[in-house]
T-cell receptor, first 113, second 111 residues
């Protein structure tokens, strides 16, 4: 199993550009989540999904969209990038009810100029 | 007020030392508690869950004090490979996906 994969690993955007961060898992996990990690802030939940076709907002959803058309994929869209979205983004997945075994992807380092 | 607060450190300890980290959480309704480990520029990985009765995994011991709303992690006989950032994590619901992460405590084990 590849586990949780994320692409790209690094990305530089200009303010106002849009892009999609990709996340995929091959463990047949029902739940998937997106976090951002900033210095001094810890990881914060952006959006999450409990199954295909179902998404919900986390702590910091503004400026991001998600969709879950398949169990495997959970892309995160930045609609109009802002410097405040410079961060490291982690995708995670887990089986329903097994929050203690969240598997994280390797992360995407995003810089918005 | 942050949901989870940790001393950011850094903690610099010699090999073989015992080191303890504490973390406090603000919501008394919190149900599940974890310690994650994060190596530099890597993703977080679950180290251990924390149960009310306390639990041990080799050189690592985790304790939960619900009355005082704090969680601790004790590492005995520190190894160089223990150098990492340790994240305290809390969930309001058992099995829910809404995890709250502390900022992490950085540990460096010195030869």
């Amino acid at each position: 199993n590849a586990g949780v994969t994320q692409t790209p690993k690094f990305q530089v955007l200009k303010t106002g550009q849009s892009m999609t961060l990709q996340c995929a898992q091959d463990m047949n996990h029902e739940y998937m989540s997106w976090y951002r990690q900033d210095p001094g802030m810890g990881l914060r939940l952006i959006h999450y999904s409990v199954g295909a076709g179902i998404t919900d907002q986390g702590e910091v959803p503004n400026g991001y969209n998600v969709s879950r058309s398949t169990t495997e994929d959970f892309p995160l869209r930045l609609l109009s990038a802002a410097p405040s979205q410079t961060s490291v983004y982690f995708c995670a997945s887990n089986h329903r009810g097994h929050t203690d075994t969240q598997y994280f992807g390797p992360g995407t380092r995003l810089t918005v100029l | 007020r942050k949901e989870v607060e940790q001393d950011p450190g850094p903690f610099n300890v010699p090999e073989g030392a015992t080191v303890a980290f504490n973390c406090t959480y603000s919501n008394s309704a919190s149900q599940s508690f974890f310690w994650y480990r994060q190596d530099c520029r890597k993703e977080p990985k679950l180290l251990m869950s924390v149960y009310s009765s306390g639990n041990e995994d080799g050189r690592f011991t985790a304790q939960l004090n619900r009355a005082s709303q704090y969680i601790s992690l004790l590492i005995r006989d520190s190894k160089l490979s223990d150098s990492a950032t340790y994240l305290c994590v809390v969930s309001l619901q058992t099995g829910a996906n809404n995890l709250f992460f502390g900022t992490g405590t950085r540990l460096t084990v010195i030869p």
